[in-house]
């Protein structure tokens, strides 16, 4: 079990610094075409492409989409949550850089992270909320107020 949870959190440790990348990348690109929004509007549409052959590839296709009616309404706001998070984090990595960004960015998610874990929302298990946990939140604070002051 061990080993499984270490090879998880090293595939997540890959997608975070693919996510750090991500945001000069299309910062980038926002440049180049004029507008944030042009920008994620591509990105997305390069991503639609590249997870439509992953899914074609595996052959996960579902058979009928009357399925699609019957999933919780939560579930369809994962494009909506990502083009927000898309289109901000275009806009302010030039001004704020990529380290406060993303520090930014983690601290959202661990401050999320501690509610949802510890409400159990979603359908997870709930996990209790800790100090430790706390301590973790106030760590990445204290790594922004830290990047912002040198």
């Not at 992953?54 to 309404?73: C, D, F, K, N």
């Not at 083009?83 to 704020?96: E, G, H, K, T």
């Not at 990529?98 to 983690?106: E, I, K, R």
């Amino acid at each position: 079990m061990a080993g499984d949870n270490i090879i998880a959190l090293l595939a997540i440790m890959v997608a975070g610094i693919l996510l750090a990348i991500q945001a000069p990348v299309n910062a980038g690109l926002s440049r180049s075409v004029g507008d944030p929004f042009l920008a994620a509007t591509i990105s997305f549409a390069v991503g639609l492409v590249v997870l439509a052959a992953m899914v074609s590839l595996r052959q996960a296709w579902p058979s009928g989409l009357g399925m699609l009616g019957q999933l919780p309404w939560w579930s369809w706001t994962g494009g909506l949550l990502g083009a927000f998070y898309m289109a901000i984090v275009i806009w302010f990595v030039p001004r704020l850089g990529v380290l406060s960004t993303v520090g930014a960015l983690a601290l959202g998610q661990i401050l999320t992270a501690l509610v949802i874990d510890s409400i159990g929302a979603f359908g997870l298990p709930v996990r209790e909320l800790s100090m430790q946990r706390i301590g973790a939140g106030l760590l990445i604070l204290l790594g922004i107020v830290l990047s912002r002051s040198g």
